[in-house]
Nanobody, 133 residues
Framework: RVQLVESGGGPVEAGGSLKLSCVAS????????MGWFRQAPGKGREGVAV???????TYADAVRGRFTISKENAEYNAYLQMNSLKPEDTGTYFC???????????????????????????WGQGTQVTVSS
């Protein structure tokens, strides 16, 4: 079955950097979409960055220019390089894998649980990022 494991989170001071990694055990569809989402205490899950099967990336306004998403199709791995971190970036970061083949996956940022087919979308358990001021 599909399992995703995130790593790379931890405490960091404002202005610092972290790189998150996501490793998927398998996925039954070629060239999947992958995404990073985060959830702060008491808030809903929000999209951070998504990347489609052809490598086109889309970012939330709050992180554009500071974060970079990348992936390896052959290994179903995804990464999130986070620079110039701010205290408001604090939260649990989740990786997800979903089918590819879309004209645009921008809406996945806004609809984490409803844009992609739930039966074909898989989530990791999350990794905590804490940015101190």
């Amino acid at each position: 079955r599909v399992q995703l494991v995130e790593s790379g989170g931890g405490p960091v001071e404002a202005g610092g950097s972290l790189k998150l990694s996501c490793v998927a055990s398998e996925y039954p569809h070629r060239k999947p979409s992958m995404g990073w989402f985060r959830q702060a205490p008491g808030k809903g899950r929000e999209g951070v960055a998504v990347i489609d099967g052809d490598g086109r990336a889309t970012y939330a306004d709050a992180v554009r220019g500071r974060f970079t998403i990348s992936k390896e199709n052959a290994e179903y791995n995804a990464y999130l390089q986070m620079n110039s971190l701010k205290p408001e970036d604090t939260g649990t970061y989740f990786c997800a894998i979903a089918p590819g083949g879309w004209d645009s996956i921008d809406r996945w940022l806004l609809e984490p649980f409803t844009f992609m087919p739930p039966s074909a979308t898989h989530w990791g358990q999350g990794t905590q990022v804490t940015v101190s001021s």
